[in-house]
């Protein structure tokens, strides 16, 4: 069973940057394809992005495209997100997420298994 803990959150000025990082315990880090999620006040959890076991493949959802950058080091056990040019709608809770099998394209959260606390993000305009 792996565990997850965010890093990284707070408050920035839009059009600033943020580096979330998730690191991973409990399961060997490498088999598991890795996504971060977000839920705004009032509002469903949403995918952001996704990356593969060996970090050759990633997935963004739409309104982080070309903005925010997944990575991940498999010798730390630890994703990334580096998220640049942030926007006052990128307020949200983020979430690490992990799960053995699914896609790297998926985007609905149910999909993934394994989940961290969660960590804030604040965007002021």
Not at 60 to 77: E, H, L, M, P, Q
Not at 78 to 86: E, G, I
Request: hydrophobic residues 35%.
């Amino acid at each position: 069973q792996v565990q997850l803990v965010e890093a990284g959150g707070g408050l920035v000025q839009a059009g600033g940057s943020l580096r979330l990082s998730c690191a991973a315990s409990g399961g060997t880090f490498s088999n598991y394809v890795m996504g971060w999620f977000r839920q705004a006040p009032g509002k469903e959890r949403e995918f952001v992005a996704a990356i593969s076991w060996s970090g050759g493949a990633t997935y963004y959802a739409d309104s982080v495209n070309g903005r925010f950058t997944i990575s991940r080091d498999n010798a730390k056990n630890t994703v990334y997100l580096q998220m640049n040019r942030l926007k006052p709608e990128d307020t949200a809770v983020y979430y690490c997420a992990a799960d053995r099998i699914v896609a790297v394209s998926t985007t609905r959260p149910g999909a993934y298994d394994h989940w961290g606390q969660g960590t804030q993000v604040t965007v002021s305009s």
